[in-house]
């Protein structure tokens, strides 16, 4: 299967002969670092290699729109609920630098006892199945082929099906997964008994197919009240899933921790984050650190969200990830919508990049606060773990509530979550080996009458499926109803007939964001904002984020509500996209004639970048095809640049507009064209407007002969003057 | 029970803590893990679960329908502790066919009297 970025990835192609899929590598990949990367005028310090297909970060098209790679792999996190508009995202958020795909579970499979097979739709994740994640990993290997880098598949190994799971991931290609039976026993009720004894098991499966593990302690800063109290039991989770990882024989370079600056702004985040991000790394070097951003303290705004997920991402520059993952901006108020996934995925991109090289500058220090906050944690830490073994181990301080208690320990407040030893989902199902106990497979974790002596455990009967694939039992579905074929009906047929509508989350699903400020207090704000966003057409109006400005000036408000619009691409009126010509044709026609241009940004607008990026020799302007440019500066009154043209005789006046207030954009343009008109000059020049906020149309209506909005090009508008003046000779 | 309320007394019992060098301190923090972590790791060793053994027919060759369906059929007999995996392996041994035939077998209620005999 292979992708081309002109076209949609199609679903059908992907469930095409996917019993016979086999993925095209396994384990766990990073990205191939490059040391001092030069890209375009820059030196990157902490950089990796370039990707052939992207979308870069706005601002590169001022840098000759380089793509700097980060060293860490970024993660992003997926759960619409539907696989097939999963993949869509996954492909869209690769684009943007994600090579790390987590694809959150269906709600409820921890308590799934056995495999899920098909493909059933999920809630708030997928049911991970056999055939989801082949289709997964079957587009990921494609998408990966697109943009140039591996992109490494994640997904779960909890819930009482551990093991199972951990086999199924090993031969389908899954890269990663979460993997910590502290997770399953705290937050999911499980037997504490059956969680540990699948999780080594689990582990060995994990720790021979090359998968890397992330444990599962940031769940307690999401649940905590003070997310910063907890960090004392966060070594502590941490070292227990860790030791236990390395006693099931994972190697170091496979256990990744996973860790979450605990706190937000307003709370003087740096102070109590970094010095918890430092012990961590001092404590457990050697190990791999996942680097999650902060999801206990956001609420609505997205903006709030970015900033804090920013401080974040600074912490792990101050230290170290070898992965930073991404939170969705949005998660705080609904699923998050697929656009947010490139939001988050940004926000990480863009400030690993801006910090590239931050290291070389400044160091930790080495005395003082940090040291003293450090040493604390880690003595803290220490008091925890000793009062583990003075309760009597491990099972008997779950059995007393010692983790997640809200107290920083050694202050308690009574508060943890208690979990009976011998109580729990699946309790009472571990079952002691025989002394001739056997398990006639690789990878098993032990005691086991087939791990002795010479050759693989199973060798009598030609091989597990770890080593003969071909024996690995594929079922397509067994819902008639509940399955893909049946979801991708609708989207196909508006294939079929060109529809389109607008989505968030799933195909179609018609679902649009508005921003309404209501100058009125809060609650009658907000119910004006509901009604007007009623009134817009909006089916099912739901406030999604709501920021007061003030008390009684007003509120601005985030809704969002469904639209029963499609429109008919063929019925759209596309806009017709004229050729360029060639530089070739360009300049033989402007060398010999000696044309005058000039240009300038009229009234009092002081911008000056984009006008010199199209007049300008060195960046590709209009200069190398040989027009003579007169640039008069900024802030100039429109009679002296029409003054300037008729002293020089040029043949095209060009002027960029910016500022937008009062639509002084418009009467710039609009006052071109008329003091052309008044001087006898219009019929031989060529009035040109150009401006972020410029259309073609809007510089037409004023006058001009045409007006050059975002992304433009000096060859563009080389290429416009030659036809116009060619025009005006004929 | 839970663990009753206590104040923050941290100041006191660090005190035998604050005389370690930090690197003292990082092999005091893993010694402790390590005792902790010994037992749990020792009752994996010696136990399985359904999960276990329906991930180890699942490498032998089974589906998860028909691996779940055989465990459920191994712990009503009371039959784990001796290995799902081994007695299909040994059956397909005795009778001459292969894994998945002695599996498809047992599933079809047949041969379970010579299991674990």
């Known amino acids: 299967m292979k992708l081309s970025p002109d076209d949609k990835l199609d679903v059908r192609e992907v469930l095409n002969d996917l019993d016979r899929y086999r993925p095209k590598r396994k384990g766990w990949t990073w990205r191939r670092r490059i040391e001092n990367h030069r890209l375009g005028p820059f030196v990157f310090r902490n950089a990796s290699a370039d990707l052939n297909s992207s979308v870069p970060l706005p601002a590169a098209h001022s840098f000759g729109d380089i793509d700097p790679q980060c060293d860490c792999v970024i993660t992003t996190e997926i759960a619409s609920g539907r696989f ?18 987590m694809v959150i579970r269906t709600a409820g499979q921890s308590h799934f006892d056995g495999l899920i097979e098909g493909t059933p739709e999920g809630v708030g994740g997928i049911p991970i199945t056999r055939k989801q994640i082949r289709a997964t990993r079957k587009a990921l290997d494609a998408i990966e082929e697109e943009v140039g880098r591996p992109i490494n598949f994640h997904s779960y190994v909890s819930g009482v099906a551990g093991p199972e799971i951990a086999v199924l991931f090993v031969e389908e290609g899954v890269n990663g997964a979460h993997q910590d039976p502290q997770y399953n026993t705290l937050y999911r009720g499980i037997n504490v008994h059956r969680s540990f004894v699948d999780a080594a098991e689990a582990k060995k499966i994990m720790a021979d197919g090359g998968l890397l593990q992330i444990d599962g302690a940031h769940n307690a800063n999401a649940t905590a009240k003070e997310a910063w109290k907890v960090t004392p039991e966060l070594f502590v ?13 994972m190697p170091a370079d496979q256990i990744a921790l996973s860790t979450v600056p605990p706190t937000a702004p307003p709370a003087p985040k740096l102070s109590l984050d970094l010095p918890y991000a430092v012990a961590l790394r001092e404590l457990f070097a050697g190990y791999i650190f996942r680097a999650q951003q902060n999801t206990r303290y956001i609420e609505s705004d997205t903006r709030e969200a970015t900033v804090t997920h920013v401080l974040d991402t600074l912490i792990s520059r101050l230290t170290s990830a070898d992965i930073q993952s991404t939170i969705t901006p949005d998660e705080g108020r609904n699923v998050p919508w697929h656009y947010n996934n490139i939001a988050g995925v940004n926000t990480a991109r863009q400030t690993l990049m801006g910090l590239d090289g931050l290291m070389d500058l400044v160091a930790l220090r080495s005395d003082g606060m940090l040291r003293d906050r450090v040493r604390e944690l880690k003595e803290r830490a220490v008091l925890f773990l000793e009062e583990v073994l003075d309760s009597g181990g491990y099972y008997a301080a779950v059995g007393t509530g010692q983790f997640v208690d809200s107290g920083y320990f050694p202050e308690r407040k009574g508060d943890g979550i208690v979990r009976e030893p011998d109580g729990g989902v699946a309790a009472g199902t571990v079952v002691a080996r025989e002394p001739d106990y056997g398990a006639p497979v690789c990878s098993h974790f032990g005691h086991n009458i087939y791990a002795t002596g010479a050759g693989k455990a199973c060798r009598d009967y030609g091989g597990c499926t770890l080593c003969d694939p071909a024996k690995i039992q594929y079922i397509d579905e067994l819902d008639p109803e509940d399955n893909v074929e049946k979801r991708l009906l609708a989207p196909l047929a508006d294939k079929a007939a060109g529809l389109l509508r607008p989505e968030v989350e799933r195909h179609g699903d018609g679902i649009v964001c508005v921003t309404i400020f209501v100058p009125e207090r809060p609650p009658i704000a907000e119910v004006a904002a509901l009604e ?21 000036e007003g509120s601005v408000f985030e809704i969002k509500g469904v639209i029963e619009i499609a429109v008919k691409i063929d019925d759209l009126p596309l806009p017709q996209r004229e050729m360029l010509l060639s530089d070739a044709e360009i300049e033989a026609w402007v060398r010999p004639r000696s044309i005058h241009v000039i240009a300038a940004t009229p009234g009092a607008d002081e911008h000056s970048v984009g006008l010199r990026e199209i007049l300008d020799l060195k960046h590709g302007g209009i200069e190398r095809y040989g027009f003579c440019c007169h640039y008069l500066g900024t802030s100039v009154p429109i009679d002296r640049a029409l003054d300037m043209a008729e002293q020089t005789g040029a043949r095209a006046v060009l002027i960029s ?10 009467q710039n343009m609009r006052r071109l064209h008329e003091a052309a ?27 001009l002969d045409a007006g050059f909005g975002r992304g433009t090009t000096g060859h563009g508008v080389a290429s416009f003057l030659v036809r116009q003046l060619r025009a005006l000779e004929a | 029970m839970t663990s009753s309320e206590r104040p923050d007394d941290f100041e006191i019992r660090r ?28 009752e994996a060793r010696t136990h399985t679960t359904p999960a276990i053994e329906r991930s180890v027919l699942l490498r032998m060759g089974f589906s998860s329908l028909e691996a779940k369906a055989l465990v459920g059929h191994f712990v009503e007999r009371g039959l784990l502790g001796r290995g799902t995996g081994r007695l299909v392996l040994e059956l397909a041994k005795r009778k001459g066919i292969s894994v998945r035939e002695a599996g498809v077998a047992l599933l079809a209620g047949q041969h379970w009297a010579e299991i674990g005999a």
């Not at chain 1, 097939?84 to 795909?101: K, Q, T, V």
């Open chain 1, 84 to 101: 097939e508009d999963d993949l869509r995202r996954m492909r869209m958020a690769a684009w943007h630098g994600a090579d790390h795909i």
């Open chain 1, 237 to 249: 989770q941490h070292a227990i899933n860790t030791a236990y990882s390395r006693a099931a024989g």
């Open chain 1, 532 to 552: 007007m966003a009623r009134q817009m057409g909006l089916r099912k109006p739901e406030v999604i984020a709501r920021r007061l400005i003030h008390p009684a």
């Open chain 1, 657 to 666: 507009t910016i500022i937008t207030h009062g639509d002084v954009h418009l």
């Open chain 1, 677 to 703: 008109v008044q001087r006898g000059l219009r019929k031989r020049l060529v009035l040109i407007a150009g401006g972020t906020q410029v259309t073609d149309d809007m510089a037409r209506e004023c006058g």
């Open chain 2, 15 to 42: 005190q035998r803590l604050r005389v370690m060098s930090d690197e003292a301190l990082h092999h005091h923090f893993w010694a402790l893990v390590e005792r902790i972590v010994a037992p749990l790791i020792e």
